[in-house]
């Protein structure tokens, strides 16, 4: 029903900044918060930003808040992530995702409904 793409992911100097895009597609006007997770190898699944609606109302990990920021454009049906003062812990496999939700919470995978295929962010030391 909705499919979601990232794009923007790649190699990077630690220090250096990428910013990753996911553009979503098919039955879209339901989604009410939009979200970045990343997956490191052997690990599970973690939060690390989401945007609601307005664009107003923004959440970030304890890790990245001040280093990312997450933005949408509705308009264009698209989810930004600007990352900047990358580290190598930093290097993971990146996805977006939708919640055609309500609800207020935001960090649990379980709340959104479509994920993307995930985009690959390796950062050198």
């Known amino acids: 029903q909705v499919q979601l793409v990232e794009s923007g992911g790649g190699l990077v100097q630690a220090g250096g900044s990428l910013k990753l895009s996911c553009t979503a597609s098919g039955r879209t006007f339901g989604s009410n918060t939009m979200g970045w997770f990343r997956q490191a190898p052997g690990k599970e699944r973690v939060f690390v930003a989401a945007i609601k609606w307005t664009g107003t109302i923004k959440n970030y990990a304890a890790s990245v808040k001040g280093r990312f920021t997450i933005s949408r454009d509705n308009t264009k049906n698209t989810l930004y992530l600007q990352m900047n003062s990358l580290k190598p812990e930093d290097t993971a496999v990146y996805y977006c995702?939708?919640?055609?939700?309500?609800?207020?919470?935001?960090?649990?995978?379980?709340?959104?409904?479509?994920w993307g295929q995930g985009t690959q962010v390796t950062v050198s030391s």
């Open positions: 995702a939708s919640s055609t939700s309500s609800s207020s919470s935001f960090a649990p995978a379980r709340a959104y409904d479509y």
